[in-house]
């Protein structure tokens, strides 16, 4: 399903660089998220919007910071990345009206910090 | 704070066995519920899903749902397992229409032959 996009898939980086992942989609939805994925700890949100105007802190957003540039594009970035953020990222979007709350999953960000 | 547990942390079964993996939830409002597959490699992908009306919900692939109020209980069930149900699986859930999913910790699923 190509709807939600994440690019890049997978990032090898450095202790201390900036690095962005962004997520597009075609699904015409308002609401767009951020999950990153740990063995053990399943999906733990970062950021999300529900428009182009509205950003929220999630329940780890440390570290994180994240931008609306459009509708359809929601990035985030790592500002100066550390290792404990080696992680699988996911972006997700769901529609305005109902079903709120069913989600669509990108294909992931492989992300790894040395 | 709302929450969403999965009891089970690995599940393995042979082929043909009858899988039931247990959801819990916090919250006294309306709960719309989610249970949702990640098979190695790739990204989420929606089983199925409870709103309103029937609670036994069925979903893709033979999965089914229950939906139990007075017992905060939404587990996922499947009579006959196959090598390819091998997957990790989550639920989910809001606690109203302006909160994103919370997730449970995941189950990982080994099926064997």
């Known amino acids: 399903d190509a709807d939600v996009t994440q690019t890049p898939r997978n990032r090898i980086t450095k202790t201390g660089k900036r690095i962005m992942l962004e997520c597009s989609q075609t699904?015409?939805?308002?609401?767009m998220y951020w999950y990153r994925q740990d063995p053990g700890l399943g999906l733990r949100l970062i950021y999300y919007s529900f428009d182009v105007k509205d950003i929220n802190k999630g329940e780890i957003s440390d570290g994180y910071s994240v931008s609306r540039q459009a509708q359809a594009k929601f990035s985030l970035s790592l500002e100066s990345a550390i290792p404990n953020q080696t992680a699988l990222y996911f972006c997700a979007t769901s529609p305005q009206g109902p079903p709120y709350n069913e989600q669509f999953f990108g294909p992931g960000t492989r992300l790894t910090v040395l | 704070a709302q929450s969403v547990s999965q009891h089970n942390h690995h599940v393995i079964l042979s082929e043909a066995a009858s899988l039931e993996l247990g959801c819990n939830y916090s919250?006294?409002?309306?709960?719309?519920l989610f249970w949702y597959v990640q098979y190695p490699g790739q990204h989420l992908q929606l089983l199925l899903k409870y709103f309103s009306g029937d609670p036994l919900v069925k979903g893709i692939k033979g999965f089914e749902a229950e939906f139990i109020k007075s017992k905060f209980s939404f587990n996922l069930r499947k009579p006959s397992v196959q090598w390819s149900d091998t997957a990790e699986y989550f639920c989910a859930g809001p606690v109203s229409g302006n909160t994103p999913l919370v997730f449970g910790k995941g189950t990982r699923l080994s099926v064997i032959a």
């Open positions: 919250y006294g409002g309306t709960v719309n």
């Open positions: 699904k015409g939805h308002d609401r």
